[in-house]
């Protein structure tokens, strides 16, 4: 098949656990602005905590059990491993929340700050491990709960660095650093499995006569992105393919960055 054919379009971001193109760009839209809002916190940690709203609406969605568990169902996964994964995030996530509330409390004392931020940062911990755990649900099913993965970092960053400016010589300097070696290590093991996951859904089907193009070359199928399903077939070239998905790796790749920007 003729160069001219090999035009490949540029994958979007697309999550198949989310039902909404939008509700994924919603989504990294927040986890966007917590991260901005990093530095104003940890100066106010002193006084009233300016804690943006977005890392409540990010909460809201990690306590989102039936879209989470619909998330895992989609995977895969048994129903009934799938409700426990959810009450267990659940049970955490809302621990979060409650040490949350009351650390805006303007008129609490240091001593009560410090006091609250602690279990905050284990339940954090906790969350982590259950991400982190390779033989877990939400390990095993990456594609799906990525995104969650994403939206609780952004939670975590904002508990740790008010940790870091209520107790600084608990939390910052190496254990600062230790702390964000370990997300880092989290992320690209969750990338590795992400890719094995999600490049096993591309492949190349053999197209022959009687097409607009003619070629035997094969048109690209991704069985978790129609849309672009439909485009690739005119982009049926013997290179198709890994065109394909190397635009698709970069697509992703800037996502993963944004993740891996404040750690």
Known sequence: ?????CSCPIPELYFPSFDQQVKILELQK??????????SITQKVGGQLGIPPQV??????LSNQQEIKKALLWAKIEARLAETAVSQLNAKIFAIKHRLDILQNPNITKEC?????????HSSDEILYLFGDKSYVFFRSPVATMPYLAAFLAVYNVILQIAIGIIPNSYGGVEEQRRKEEVRQLI?????????SRFAVIETVTVGQGTE??????????????????EMQKCGC????????????????AYFATILQPF
Do not use: C, H
Not at 1 to 5: R, T
Not at 188 to 196: D, E, G, I, L, R
């Open 56 to 61: 409540f609406s990010l909460i809201g969605i």
């Open 213 to 230: 193009w003619n070629s035997d070359d094969g048109a690209v199928i991704d069985a978790y992105n129609r849309k672009e399903d439909e």
């Open 30 to 39: 927040d986890i966007n602005e917590v991260f901005s809002y990093v530095v």
């Open 238 to 253: 013997s290179e198709g393919k890994t065109r394909y998905m190397a635009a698709l790796r970069s697509t992703y790749e």
């Open 113 to 121: 700050r410090q006091l609250e931020i602690v279990p905050a940062i």
């Open 188 to 196: 690209n093991q969750y990338k590795s499995a992400f890719w094995v």
């Open 1 to 5: 098949m003729g160069q001219a054919y």
